[in-house]
Structures are given as C-alpha cells and as structure tokens.
C-alpha cells in the first residue's frame, strides 16, 4: 500500500436495502501482509501433493490473496513467518489445505485432503492467471500511480461460491468486527479441522447441510440476526444451483445469487469479485465506497452511488480493479462521524 496507510473502518448510520459496512480488506483495498519468508530454506511438509507454478507477470500474494481473508482471527486463512500463505476450504471434492509461498521465479504450493488435486489445479486461477491486468488504462494521475505501485495486483478467482457468498451475507449492516467474530465462531464450531499440517485453530468452513442444521440459538450466539441467518439459509437450500454459478460469467452469476431472497447487488458483487475474479463487478449500496471514490477522483466526499459510478464510467469493465487501487492509494476522506456502534445480539 502506498505509505502503508492503513485507515480505521468506520461506521455510521446504516443505509437501508442491500447497503452493508464496509470490510477492513475493502478499505484497506484487499491487502494482507505477507511475511518476508526465507522461501529457499522454507520447511516442507511430508505426505503433500505438490505443484510448482510461474506466473506470467510480477505476482504479490498479499494483494491477490488478501480479498479471501475475514479478518486477522479468520480460521480458514493464516499467513506465517516462512512468508507462506495458507488457505482451508470446501471444494466439490471435499475439504482441502492449500500452502503457498513465492520461490523465485514463481510459486511452489501443497495441498491436503480430499479437495488436494482440485485446489492445485485451480492454483492459477486462484492467482490470477485468468486476470488481465493489460487491460486496464488508468484515466486519472492517482489510479496511474497506484498501479505503478502495485504491479503484483492480480484479481483472484477461487472458482468457488458459497464461501464467498456465506461471509459477504454475514457482513450485512454490521460492524466489522461484529461479521468476523460472527465467522470465526460458526466455522469453528460447525466446520471441521483443516487437513493436513495446517497452522493451529485452522477449519474449513461447513457443508452446505451442516450450515442448514445450525440452531437458531448457535446463530444467536455468534451474534447473526434472523435475518442474515435467514438469507444463508435460504442460499444453502440450493447450494448447487449457486456453485454452478461459478461457471458462468459474473453477470450471469450475479443474477442467480440475487434471485435467492436477502441477496441483492451489494452481495452478488462482493461474492462474484473473490469467485469470478470479475474485474467489473463494483460493489453499490455500500456506506463509504462512493464517499471514498467520489473524494480521490473529485474532492467530493458526499458522492452517492450515481456520482460514483459516472466517476468510474471511463473504467467500463474494469470498474472493480479501478476501485481496489483507488482503495489501495490511501486517499480516504477524513472520518467526520462516530464508528458505527456495535450491539451484540449474543447477549440480549
């Protein structure tokens, strides 16, 4: 990030429809950092199926990975010391470990349990492969900068939808802390232990069926309202029909979602950006987005949605990674009102 800003979320008053709080990683523009491993030297792990991948360009993990991370405490992604990113997930093969880290001139990663074979074959898509950074012409002198900065940013597509889906539903009208504590009790309550040698408290998240059994009183616990656990269950019921979204294209993708009731255009884009790699799916209905775009491209702090995306129309296509690297900039307007305030549901 440039001058490792790091702004604070902040909250404020909710907006009504689809419009969610904004997430730490789209603040800080998806960035997770990345130890400095001695990747020549790194341990490796007995019984991991192996594969070794160069990518077609400058490639910085924490940018292309940092998007799939819920927070510091996530227990489906850990970075460690060795620089190594890992990632726990639920893939149509069944539940899998994946560890990568950079070894000059590309990536080596393993990978665990079932979902093994499947997470190494989509290795670079999950990096970015399918992305084509070329295809985007900054318009404006701080969008150039920040891309100058940051030849690494790649979009990643995990080819995957309920896991992006479930956290981005959790994320609904509340404060950032409140979404990722939230996913933090259910996945290790309800997921299962990461295969393989994974770093400690690791889970992949629950099956479609186990997301459907959880008690109302696990959801209450994990401070989910009604009507968040409502919308993921409604989406778990045709979890199928939304993993077979992943072969579409955004759009398309985006349309499926929004027919499950509680999904609307804040979700779908938030979702399709981690499972499409969509490098056009802007998020709208959000509380700082347009505030935070409208102030970098027009000194206009108080832009609304419309503002925002008549700002962003020179970006038609690329709308997405336009966003991410203004985000990434660190040119925020100053915060002028209170942090949104936190009411865990848990203890009423």
Do not use: N
């Not at 318009?139 to 597509?157: D, E, F, Y």
């Not at 309920?162 to 997921?191: C, F, M, N």
């Not at 499926?256 to 499409?276: D, F, K, M, N, Y």
Request: overall charge positive.
């Amino acid at each position: 990030m440039a001058g490792r800003f790091t702004p604070k979320p902040s909250g404020g008053s909710r907006r009504p429809g689809d419009g969610q709080e904004v997430t730490r990683a789209a603040v800080r523009g998806g960035y997770t950092a990345v130890p400095r491993g001695a990747a020549p030297g790194a341990r490796r792990h007995e019984g991991a199926k192996t594969r070794r991948y160069t990518p077609p360009g400058p490639l910085d993990l924490g940018l292309v990975l940092g998007p799939l991370r819920r927070g510091p405490a996530d227990p489906t992604f850990r970075t460690t010391a060795d620089g190594s990113v890992w990632r726990a997930t639920r893939t149509p093969a069944g539940p899998g470990t994946l560890r990568v880290r950079t070894v000059q001139p590309g990536v080596h990663a393993e990978a665990w349990g079932p979902g093994a074979d499947w997470l190494l074959d989509g290795l670079p898509a999950l990096l970015g492969a399918e992305d084509d950074p070329d295809a985007f012409a900054p318009r404006h002198r701080l969008v150039a900068l920040s891309q100058r900065r940051r030849p690494g940013l790649r979009l990643t597509r995990t080819g995957l939808v309920l896991e992006s889906l479930i956290p981005s539903v959790l994320e609904q009208k509340v404060t950032t802390d409140e979404a990722y504590r939230a996913w933090r009790l259910l996945v290790r309550r309800h997921g299962e232990p990461a295969p393989g040698p994974a770093p400690e408290r690791m889970h992949v998240m629950p099956a479609a069926r186990t997301w459907a059994l959880i008690p109302s009183w696990e959801w209450h616990r994990a401070g989910v309202d009604a009507k968040r656990s409502a919308t993921i269950l409604r989406a778990v019921r045709v979890a199928r029909r939304l993993e077979e979204a992943a072969a579409m294209d955004p759009e398309s993708a985006a349309a499926r979602l929004r027919l499950v009731p509680g999904i609307g255009p804040w979700t779908a884009a938030e979702t399709v950006q981690r499972s499409h790699g969509a490098p056009d799916a802007i998020t709208v209905g959000d509380l700082h987005l347009p505030g935070v775009v409208g102030y970098a491209l027009a000194g206009d702090r108080d832009a609304d949605d419309a503002a925002m995306l008549e700002l962003l129309a020179p970006y038609a296509g690329q709308r997405h990674r336009a966003a991410r690297l203004i985000l990434l900039s660190g040119r925020t307007p100053p915060r002028r009102h209170p942090k949104m305030p936190r009411t865990d549901i848990s203890l009423l």
